[in-house]
Structure formats: C-alpha cells, structure tokens
C-alpha cells in the first residue's frame, strides 16, 4: 500500500501545481483580455469594476470549469491502463 | 565550445531516446517453448529488475521471477521476464503476473508441434546477456502467424503528442528570450529614436 500511498500524494501535488499554473496562466490572460477591451470599447465607466465584471464571467464559463480535466484526463487514463493491462 | 555545446546535445538525446526505447511497449511475434521460474539476486543491474511493492516483502534481496521462454520468427531465442510492475515506474499497472505465466504456459509450442502457436508479446524493457535483464513481458494473445504485423497505435500517438509538447515549449521558450534580448542598435543607431 505503501506505492499506491506515494503515488496518489505524489500525483496529487503534481495534478495540483499544474493545476494552479495552469489556472494562474488563464486568469492573467483573461485579465489582460479584459483591460484590453475596456480599452477599445471607449473606456465605459469604472476600470476595475469593468475587469472585475469580465473575471466573475471567467469564473463561471465552460472553460474554467474544463481546468478539472487535468485531474480527471490523468485519473481515467490510469484507470483504462489498469482495466487493459489487467483484465482485457 | 562547440565541441562541448554538441557533446551535451548528444548525450542528452541518447538519454532521451534510450529512455523511451526502454519504457515505451513493443511487440514480438514469438513461439513460447517453456515457461519457468527462477531465484535472482538483482545487483549492480537492479535497476532492470521491477521489485513492485504488491504486497510482497521488497525488502528481501532474492525472489523468485516468472520466465517466458521464447524463439522468435526469425528461430532466435528470447528470454522475458515476466514481473509486477506494480504502482511503480514504467506505469504499466501490471498486476497480473501470474495469470499471464498461466497464459504464457497455455501457449506453448515446440518445434517439432505439427503446426506451431504463434503468440505476439506486449513487452518494455531490453535484452542484454553481459547485464544479465530481460524485457518484461506485458500482455500476450494468438496471432495467425510469425508475419502477423502489429501497428503500434500508441506509441505514434504518444510519441506524437511529444513532440508537439517539446515544440510548444520550445516555441514559447525562443520567444520569452527573444523578447528580453538586448536590440542591435540602440538610441545612436541609424534609424531609431
């Protein structure tokens, strides 16, 4: 049990670093996009609650929710090699 | 300098290639004449050896392997070794070791049998007499023939994906350097200011 323990924290802290860069990566891009675009829409209103407005969007939309694939693409792939090595 | 720039150009992609030639699956079209079981005493060539922790003692220094005894089609010997990979590295989560010696067994076939069981193996690892290791055998099934060909589908895809991430990275790197390089001219060149 002692593998399967070192595998699992040890895939876990790499899921999660990924995970974290990866949504570090997306949130600066978006928040560039943001004030990029406040930029070329003429500057309407307040900057930050602008960027703001575009972040909460961000944090609702398909494409932050498919970040979790970097958990469940590494998980379900090991789950198949297990099944084809195994038992097919 | 070049010398050494190209030297350490060479040395890393033999470790890279090498690495992948050892871990990625390959397939032999093989006759299995016998299968067997051996006492070893992994040494300095340990490092070829899977002691995987599937609930075994590991730290007992000699244990018994499962053999597969096979010739090839070209009629040359090749021995497997047939081992846990486990939780471990190569990930193949090869916990089946006995039901493939038991199906390893089933498939045996001499020379001299009327007509001869060809078997493809699913194996990683390599050969090498003077170290004294064997590839491991992964997964094996009948095939109709010692000609039968095998596409390795995922060693494409994953070889494939890659290089696409070496070149990404690649990519991204020249341009994250490019960008903070020092201009060739500066504000007393011709042309700027």
Do not use: C
Not at chain 2, 23 to 29: A, E, K, N, W
């Amino acid at each position: 049990m002692v593998a399967l323990m070192r595998l699992l924290i040890f895939g876990l802290v790499a899921l999660t670093l990924l995970y974290l860069g990866l949504l570090w990566h997306f949130r600066s891009r978006r928040r560039d996009r943001m004030a990029r675009d406040w930029q070329e829409a003429g500057r309407p209103g307040d900057r930050d609650a602008y960027i703001a407005e575009g972040m909460a969007q961000y944090e609702r939309s398909l494409r932050r929710k498919l970040l979790w694939l970097v958990y469940i693409l590494p998980v379900t792939a090991v789950a198949l090699v297990i099944w084809l090595t195994n038992f097919n | 300098m070049i010398y050494l720039k190209w030297g350490w150009r060479i040395v890393f992609w033999t470790v890279v290639v090498a690495f992948l030639h050892y871990t990625l699956p390959q397939h032999d079209i093989v006759r299995i004449t016998d299968t067997y079981e051996k006492r070893v005493n992994p040494g300095e060539n340990a490092l070829f050896w899977s002691n995987a922790n599937t609930g075994e003692n590991v730290a007992a220094t000699e244990r018994d392997v499962f053999f597969i005894q096979t010739f090839r089609a070209n009629e040359k010997p090749m021995i497997y070794r047939n081992e846990d990979t486990g939780w471990g590295w190569p990930p193949y989560f090869k916990f089946n070791t006995s039901n493939l010696q038991a199906l390893a067994a089933d498939f045996t076939s001499r020379r001299t049998d009327e007509t001869a069981q060809w078997v493809a193996i699913r194996h990683y690892g390599w050969r090498n007499e003077f170290l004294s290791i064997y590839p491991n055998a992964v997964a094996l099934w009948e095939v109709e023939g010692p000609d039968t060909r095998i596409i390795p589908w995922f060693n494409i895809i994953l070889l494939t994906a890659l290089g696409a991430l070496w070149w990404a990275i690649r990519v991204r790197w020249r341009r994250f350097w490019a960008k903070r390089r020092e201009p060739d001219t500066d504000e007393w060149a011709e042309g700027r200011l």
